[in-house]
């Protein structure tokens, strides 16, 4: 059934027994990423003893995911307004289920994902995060496998079913579930002012400060993150890591006080010993190993995003 058939009044499509898990993709022109996902769930949901939805939010102003053929399980929704937040918020809206699950749409869940997200949900966990791991269609550069291992990875030291809320640095709203009510706590759950990325990261900072919600490890939830050449580069990492560094200053800021004024001026001047630091090393090791000195080259350039951090691009 494709998404034509079933257009705007989602309420005539909907099944009359609720699901007890919502799972929200946001995607953006990656029709071609979609059938095997989808493929992926459906053989999943067959598995599970429980009602399942996918709310695919498509994020793109033209619709460009409409026409893309999808089981009776997949809601389409479209969001015009770009920004992932936005996509997550109307996800969240859209969705029935006790507990939400959100998954990019360049993720492919691997064997028992779906299981694993339900025994933790029936566990009565409230906020829960699943491992990652990069999937490669092509071979990336020997010098950039490390870093890009790191961007695209998610492996925590931490117990099966174990407390991260002290790792949340390192969590990510792709592949993670939500109780509603948790969901509820931050109206909306994500904050638009980091439609350019971080959304995730403030929600938790709120989440764990304001509200004391335990987030939990499930590393058997697995998925694997398809990283295409175009992403497989050392452009690619620079910007990803300049933004990271760009991320961590705006989240202090917007924590606001005098407080977030310190903890910003702080990382200020830890991006500042970076950027010289790591900067001069990636000089003096390029001679010796290509791989070390990308790594202190990284480095300094998340020095530099903490020092131009009021710069960070972001849509309304």
Known sequence: MAFADKDLDTAAVRPPLAP??????????????????????????????????????????????????APDFVRYIHEPRTGVAHARNRGVAEARGGHVIFLDDDELPASGW???????????????????????PEDPPPALRAPLDRVFSRRLPAAPGTEVQHLRAYLGSGNSMFSRDTLALVDPPFDTS???????????????????????????????????????????????????????CKVESDAGGIRGAARVALWMAVGAAQLGLFGL????????????????????????????????????
Do not use: C
């Open 20 to 69: 007890a898990l919502s799972i929200v993709v946001p995607t953006f022109r990656r029709a071609d990423l979609l059938p095997p996902l989808f493929e992926a769930v459906a053989a999943q949901i067959a598995a599970l003893d429980l009602p399942v939805e996918l709310v695919l939010v498509d994020n793109s102003p033209e619709g460009s995911a409409r026409p893309v053929p």
């Open 114 to 136: 779906l299981s694993a997200f339900a025994d933790a949900a029936a566990r009565g966990d409230r906020a829960v995060f699943g491992a990652v791991e990069p999937l490669y």
């Open 194 to 248: 980091f439609n350019a990325g971080g959304e995730d990261v403030w929600l938790f900072r709120r989440l764990v400060d304001r509200h004391g919600v335990p987030m939990i490890w499930r590393p058997d939830a697995l998925v694997q993150e398809i990283v295409p050449p175009r992403r497989a580069t050392m452009a690619f990492l620079r910007a990803r890591r300049f933004s990271d560094g760009q991320l961590r």
């Open 281 to 316: 090393a990636a000089l003096a090791t390029l001679p010796l190993s290509e791989a070390r000195s990308v790594r202190f080259q990284l480095s300094a350039v998340g020095g530099l995003g903490k020092l131009l951090w009021w710069r960070r691009k972001a849509s309304a």
